[in-house]
Structures are given as structure tokens and as C-alpha cells.
């Protein structure tokens, strides 16, 4: 039909996603850089760098090589035990969570799927509230993140029974189960917190788990959570090409040598673990799932393999920037971490659902 | 040469039997239609073929193997299939969805290898969208589309190629250009199946006609044998007057719709 030999067109796409990409990374790399250093550099109390760059010789250096100037031992617990930590924490709950985001959104689908919003968040926080309320959050620390993937697993498969039929998923179907299930959930959590109100200190230790959160959190918390995360992304970052295919529709998927039903199973497994493991250390923290992966999306092109790692260092410099944001905004009083995420990712969720109704009207 | 071949294939939904039962055996380079009206299973037995649907009883074969037993990857590499366009909400370039074509001659974590490359470019270049390589697969017209899903199954270098409804959402000349690229790609020795519903399209490109309705297979064989104006009454329900065309293909002009309808399931 054509014989002209064209010059040669891949060429052209992927060093035009490289430039891409290497621009992107110039630009998120510091910034990464910059929030961590910001999250830990400013606070309620104000340290000095100096003090800082102190502490983190005495922690990180071998004794010998370390000056001899002093620190107070309040300054150590608070840039070691508290800052530290805390935004540890929030660095990998954000990668964790933006990255759970990319893979629903390719298993659904759909650019507004979100762990919030398809049920895997509120299964992981219920699932968290039976490790509390039967005591098994006591006896392993471990039960309280595995228990979360547990719920967030069961919710995400209540979610895509409902809403999927035939491999489709109908934007309106899927919001209405993720409410539903949420909705239930929730009210089961709710209900298993009040009957078993034993303990207040306990309940009220729930219930601010439930509202999500960064506060006191310490290096076990950053235990129960980066590996995890960290396990989730290396599996998603495997499952990219089936990603891609499958957000082209399962038949597609399918006819192109996807093993649709295992890779689906995979992929639902890794959203959990990831929800899971965010969830159980900062309860649930809405729309950094569904903000960052859109956005990143914009400037790259929604290639999974490039869209995923990105997101994910986005995703985890976004919400420490966020909660820098939450606990310093209105001092002394810290604004809840969900506040925030939402004032940011509100907007733009009814953007995009207004933009696909457009589509679906034209 | 391959042959795709369907024996006694039956699909059941819901405890009744929708599809079949059906034996059919296409194969060597040929470019058959698929026609029937709405419902009457041309998109079962496409998915039947491609090994996307199992068949409740009955065998389909690949070679004379049943295809379900082939590995996912293994069908994929021979059997290519075109959807009927689709809604894609995400703006993957042209370049990459002809790179996912790809898909089951990749390992996981190889990288593009130089056949990927040379694979890609020829099936661009022969369904002539070379220069829509960069564009986002969504701002595409339908016309454009339609050649990019073919030049995605061209990528995999199948042995068969089926396409359900192709023409559907094209106008006549976007419907015509898909047609030929279509018989194009049979006289390159591809197996080309096509689904659809307006056969007075699609007659003039195929060697064979395949007529279905209400799932059962009425007919096959050549345009004479298989659509003449009492076959065209009893199954789409309309009268059909052949006007001889220059090409030596009729066409059918079709007017007024019989009251009575021919039940062929009940009459079996």
C-alpha cells in the first residue's frame, strides 16, 4: 500500500519521552530532595540547620569521625525521634498511595479510581480495627498492616464485582460501588469501635487512626510501612506491559496474550499491599492516589512503566510537602494531613468526572 | 498453511445455548465475511476463533489443536484480533499502543529488540500512519483509528487476523480504504476474518461468505450461492433486488419489509 520507506518513527517517540523524562526527573529529583529536607527543617520548634546537620552526623557517622560540639538531648529527640520519622512515614505512605492509584486506575480502567474511592481504603482501615479490637495489634505489630492489606483486598474484589461486568467497568457503577462499600465498611468499623469500647485510650487512639494522620509517628512506623511499599512498587513495576494493555480494555488485553484473570489477581493483590501498608501507618489520607498519578499523567504520557516510578517519588514528595503544610500552617495546632490532601485533590476529582461526562455526552 | 476450524462449537449463556452448534474450518490466505444481522452471532464465533470465549461444546481448533489448551501468548502470536472501536480514556501515543502489539513475543523485561523495531515500522508504514506516530491514539478521527487497531495486529505478524464490525462508525470512504487494506493483507497470505452487518460492502473484497442467524450457520460459500434475494427476505427481513455492477459484483438494493419471519432454529 505504502512502499516509501518512512524514517524511522520509534526513533523519534522514545527519544522524545527520554528528553521527557530526563527534564521531568531534573526537575522531581531536587524537589524530593528539597521536601525531605524541608520536612524535617522546619517545624512548631524552631531548630537551627546547624543542630540538624549535628544530630545527623551523631546518627548516621561512626563515633570517631563525629566534632565533639554538643546537642541538647531535646533537639535529638525532636529531629531524630520525631521529624525524622514522621516524614519517612510520609514519604513512603505518598509513594505507596500514589502508586496503588496508577494500578487501579489501570485495573478499573478508569482515571478517577483511587484507593479512597473504590473501597480499598476503608477496607484496609476496617480491617486495621479488627487487629485493634481483637488484640492481635498487641501482641505483633505486624498484625496491624497485614490485617489492613487483608481488608483492603476484600474490598477492592466486592468493588470490581459489582462494578465490572464483561470486562467493562461504567464510571457511574463503579462510584456507586466504591460508595456503597465504603459506606459499609465503614459503618462495620464504626460499629465493632463502639461495642468494644474497653479501653478509651485505645478508642481514642482508633479513632484518630481512622481520621488519618502523621502525628507521632515513629521509626517503627516507618518499619511497618517502607518495606511493604517498597515490595508493591518493585511488583507493580513487573506488571507494567500488562498495566498498559489492560488499560486498553481486557478483550484487547486479552487477544494481545494477556493472561487477563492472573494478572488482574496480581495486580489487585499489589493495590492492596499497598493501600495496606499507607493505611495502617497514617490511616486514610483521600486523593493523593487519584492527585499525583493525574498529574504526572499530564507531563508523561500514560505509559505505565515511565508513569509508575514517577508517580510513586511524586507521590511521596507531594504528601510531605502536604504535611509540612498541615503542621505548620496555623501554629501550634496541626490541621489534619486529610484537609489538606483533599482541599488539593477535591477540586480536581469533580473536574475530571465533569470532563468524562462531557465525553461520554458528546 | 494454518486452519482455524470450528466443530460442533456451542456457547451457552444463562443455561440456553445462544451460539451453534457450528463447524466451520477457514484457513490458507483467505478473506471471508462474517455477515448476519444483529444478534446472530458473527461476534461469538469471532471470539470463538480468536480463542477469547470457550466454547460450552463442541471443539475449536487451531491446527488441530484446541485453542484453549495453546498458552494465552502462543494464540496471541497467531491469531490477531481487531476490537470493534472502543473508548480509550487515556492518551497513549499511536507509537506506543503498536508497541503493545508486541506483548507476546516480548519476555517481561527485555527491551525492544531490533525485529520489535522492524515489526512496528512496516505494519506503520503499510497501513499508512506513519506520520500519526506521536499523536494521541484519542485525538484521532474514527477512519484513523480503525487503521491504527489493524496496524496493531499486523505488529503481532499473525497468521489470522480478525476484525469485528470494522466498518461500523466509518464513512464510505474511510469504510472502503479499511476494506482494501483488509484484502490487501489475504493476498499477503493473511487469513482475514470480518464481522459485520453490511454486506454490500465487504462482497466485492471476500472469497467467502459465511451467513449466520440467530447463531446458527446458514450458509457459506461464494456471493452467488450464499446471498440470494429469498436467503437476504428470510434472514434480515428485508426484499432485496441485485443490480449488476460494473465490477462484476452485484449489489443489493433493498426496500420493504416482509411481515412474516423465518424462525431456522425452530424449523431444525
Redesign the interface.
Known amino acids: 500500500?505504502?512502499a516509501?520507506?518512512?524514517s524511522?518513527?520509534?526513533a523519534?517517540?522514545s527519544s522524545?519521552s527520554r528528553l521527557h523524562l530526563s527534564i521531568f526527573y531534573g526537575f522531581l529529583l531536587p524537589i524530593v530532595c528539597l521536601s525531605l529536607l524541608a520536612g524535617v527543617g522546619i517545624g512548631s520548634t524552631h531548630i537551627s540547620w546547624s543542630t540538624i546537620l549535628r544530630v545527623a552526623e551523631l546518627k548516621l557517622l561512626p563515633q570517631a569521625w563525629t566534632s565533639s560540639v554538643p546537642v541538647t538531648k531535646a533537639d535529638e529527640v525532636i529531629v531524630w525521634l520525631i521529624r525524622v520519622p514522621r516524614v519517612i512515614v510520609a514519604f513512603f505512605v505518598g509513594a505507596g498511595l500514589a502508586a496503588a492509584g496508577v494500578l487501579l486506575q489501570a485495573l478499573f480502567?478508569?482515571?478517577l479510581a483511587e484507593p479512597g474511592l473504590v473501597g480499598a481504603g476503608e477496607g484496609a482501615v476496617l480491617g486495621g480495627v479488627i487487629s485493634f479490637v481483637t488484640g492481635w495489634s498487641a501482641t505483633s505489630v505486624l498484625s496491624l498492616p497485614l490485617m489492613a492489606m487483608v481488608g483492603a483486598l476484600l474490598a477492592l474484589f466486592i468493588v470490581y464485582a459489582m462494578s465490572t461486568r464483561g470486562g467493562v467497568t461504567p464510571v457511574a457503577t463503579l462510584l456507586l460501588a466504591g460508595v456503597a462499600t465504603s459506606a459499609l465498611l465503614s459503618a462495620v468499623a464504626s460499629l465493632l469501635l463502639s461495642v468494644n469500647i474497653v479501653n478509651w485510650q485505645i478508642a481514642q487512639e482508633i479513632v484518630f487512626w481512622m481520621m488519618g494522620g502523621l502525628d507521632a509517628r515513629t521509626w517503627t512506623h516507618v518499619w511497618l510501612c517502607a518495606p511493604f511499599v517498597v515490595l508493591g512498587i518493585v511488583a507493580s513495576l513487573?506488571q507494567t506491559?500488562d498495566l498498559?494493555?489492560l488499560?486498553?480494555?481486557e478483550?484487547?488485553a486479552?487477544?494481545?496474550?494477556?493472561?487477563v484473570e492472573s494478572s488482574k489477581r496480581m495486580l489487585t493483590l499489589t493495590a492492596a499491599i499497598l493501600t495496606g501498608a499507607a493505611v495502617a501507618v497514617a490511616g486514610l489520607i483521600g486523593f493523593v492516589g487519584l492527585l499525583v498519578p493525574h498529574a504526572v499523567?499530564l507531563i508523561l504520557?500514560?505509559?505505565n512503566r515511565t508513569l509508575l516510578p514517577a508517580s510513586a517519588l511524586t507521590g511521596g514528595a507531594f504528601l510531605v510537602l502536604c504535611d509540612l503544610l498541615a503542621r505548620t500552617i496555623h501554629p501550634p495546632t496541626e490541621i489534619r494531613l486529610g484537609i489538606v490532601t483533599a482541599l488539593c485533590g477535591g477540586p480536581l476529582f469533580i473536574y475530571l468526572l465533569l470532563r468524562?461526562y462531557r465525553?461520554v455526552a458528546n | 498453511m494454518s486452519v482455524l476450524e470450528a466443530r460442533n462449537a456451542i456457547v451457552k449463556r444463562g443455561g440456553r445455548t445462544i451460539f451453534g452448534p457450528a463447524s466451520v474450518r477457514i484457513g490458507a490466505g483467505e478473506m471471508t465475511a462474517l455477515i448476519g444481522p444483529n444478534g446472530s452471532g458473527k461476534s461469538t464465533l469471532l471470539?470463538l476463533f480468536?480463542g477469547?470465549w470457550r466454547p460450552d461444546g463442541g471443539e475449536m481448533l487451531l491446527d488441530g489443536n484446541a485453542i484453549h489448551s495453546l498458552a494465552?501468548?502462543e494464540?496471541?502470536?497467531r491469531?490477531?484480533?481487531v476490537?470493534q472501536e472502543?473508548?480509550?480514556?487515556?492518551?497513549?501515543?499511536v507509537?506506543?499502543?503498536l508497541?503493545?502489539?508486541r506483548?507476546?513475543h516480548?519476555g517481561?523485561f527485555s527491551p525492544?529488540s531490533q525485529v520489535d523495531?522492524a515489526a512496528?515500522?512496516s505494519a506503520?508504514?503499510?497501513?499508512?500512519i506513519?506520520h500519526l506516530?506521536?499523536r494521541a491514539i484519542n485525538t484521532l478521527s474514527g477512519g484513523e483509528r480503525q487503521r491504527v487497531l489493524i496496524a496493531r495486529s499486523l505488529v503481532?505478524e499473525p497468521e489470522f487476523i480478525l476484525l469485528d464490525e470494522p466498518t461500523a462508525n466509518l464513512d464510505i470512504h474511510h469504510a472502503l480504504d479499511v476494506l482494501q487494506?483488509c484484502e490487501?493483507l489475504s493476498h499477503k497470505g493473511k487469513t482475514v476474518i470480518v464481522a459485520t452487518h453490511d454486506f454490500n460492502l465487504v462482497t466485492r473484497h471476500v472469497t467467502r461468505l459465511i451467513l449466520l442467524q440467530g447463531g446458527l450457520l446458514i450458509a457459506q460459500g461464494p456471493q452467488e450461492e450464499v446471498l440470494g434475494p429469498e436467503t437476504i427476505r428470510e434472514v434480515f427481513q428485508v426484499e432485496a433486488e441485485m443490480v449488476p455492477m460494473k465490477t462484476g459484483h452485484p449489489v443489493y438494493v433493498f426496500h420493504q419489509r416482509t411481515r412474516e419471519t423465518h424462525d431456522f432454529r425452530a424449523s431444525r
Open positions: 500500500m505504502n516509501i520507506a518512512p524511522d518513527p520509534l523519534n517517540v522524545r480502567r478508569n482515571p513487573i506491559r498498559d494493555l488499560q486498553l480494555g478483550e484487547t486479552a487477544s494481545f496474550g494477556v493472561d499523567r504520557g500514560p505509559s468524562q465525553g | 471470539r480468536a477469547l494465552r501468548k494464540i496471541a502470536r491469531v490477531a484480533f476490537p472502543i473508548q480509550i480514556d487515556f492518551a497513549f501515543t507509537g506506543e499502543i508497541a503493545m502489539g506483548y507476546a516480548r517481561q525492544q523495531h512496528i515500522n506503520a508504514a503499510y497501513c499508512d506513519t506516530i506521536d503481532v487494506l490487501s
